[in-house]
């Protein structure tokens, strides 16, 4: 395209359209020369390196659970936050370089013929259009994953956890919600430090003894473990513990003989912030629930 509109300027000797196209062909390729670069990854001096299996909470609320090693990990999910350009700290000066000389161009193309002004506008329409419409593909047709083996492990249970049932039902175990989902992933790891690392679900006693509940069912292989059932009685639990001791003060000393009054029960710290891990009602069209 660029020659052609060279072809062009030069035919109708357009001097002007044509130091243009030099200017902007110059700049373009100084911009992507400063633009390139890789990720820059950590190497580690030994081969003895923790399991690389992480778990992501997409903002739906759900869990992904990819088990690889910590290398993939490193190259895909961690990492890939800085980068390290081709020419290295010279890019700020080519980028510097590349937008004064688009600045030349632009001036030269207020000052070229009318016919180049309007062959170079289409040009640029139809490049613009042609990057609009590349952004609809897939991602999957820009990025080459062919030096990784993908498989999918197969959950049909935790796959369809947000679909609801067709039929109404009392079983809080069969309801799509997030307390549920969370024990899929739970069961699928049999760990909990990443729950509470990973702030997915409010740091407060009742859901501390949750969690040590949904960690001893995922080791012992209990599938059918009722986690919202058992949400449900410690968090009634909870609740009549603090009926029983209303009006009275309790007191204990730690071991550095301070003494601190005990925090009456509140509602409230059993519920997550809704920025936290409070489930999208628009992910499973109907009010998400713990």
């Known amino acids: 395209m660029t020659i052609g509109i060279f072809a062009a300027a030069w035919y109708w000797k357009d001097g002007t359209a044509m130091l243009a196209i030099v200017f902007i062909s110059m700049a373009s390729t100084v911009t992507c020369l400063a633009s390139w670069w ?9 081969n003895r390196v923790p399991k690389g299996d992480i778990v992501i909470r997409t903002r739906a609320r759900a869990f992904l659970l990819i088990k690889c090693r910590e290398e993939v990990v490193r190259e895909l999910y961690s990492g890939t936050e800085e980068c390290q350009y081709a020419v290295g700290k010279g890019y700020r000066i080519l980028m510097g370089l590349g937008m004064v000389l688009l600045m030349v161009a632009v001036v030269l193309l207020g000052n070229c013929g009318w016919n180049s002004q ?28 062919n030096r990784y083996t993908i498989t ?9 956890a947000h679909i609801v049932p067709e039929t109404e039902t009392d079983d809080v175990e069969r309801i ?7 024990w899929y992933a739970i069961r699928e790891t ?17 859901w501390k003894k949750w969690l040590d509940e949904a ?12 986690a919202v059932g058992c949400k449900n009685r410690i968090m009634l639990q909870a609740e009549g513990l603090d009926n029983t001791t209303a009006g ?3 007191w204990s000393t730690t071991r550095t003989s301070s003494v601190t009054q005990r925090r009456p029960y509140e509602a409230a710290r059993e519920v997550a912030p809704a920025e936290t891990v409070q489930p999208s009602s628009a992910a499973t069209d109907r009010n998400g629930t713990f």
């Open 38 to 46: 890789r990720p820059l990854l950590m190497n580690r001096p030994n």
């Open 248 to 250: 009275t003060t309790s």
């Open 176 to 182: 799509p919600s997030y307390t549920r989902t969370l």
């Open 152 to 160: 999918r492990i197969k959950e049909e249970e935790a796959d369809n």
């Open 118 to 145: 309007a062959l170079i506008g289409a040009c640029y329409i139809f490049l613009n259009a042609v990057y609009w419409g590349l952004g609809l593909i897939p991602q999957s047709y820009f990025w080459d994953l």
């Open 215 to 226: 960690r001893v069912a995922a080791r012992e292989g209990r599938r059918d473990w009722g």
């Open 190 to 206: 049999k760990e909990v430090a990443w729950v509470e690392r990973s702030g997915s679900m409010p740091m407060t006693d009742s």
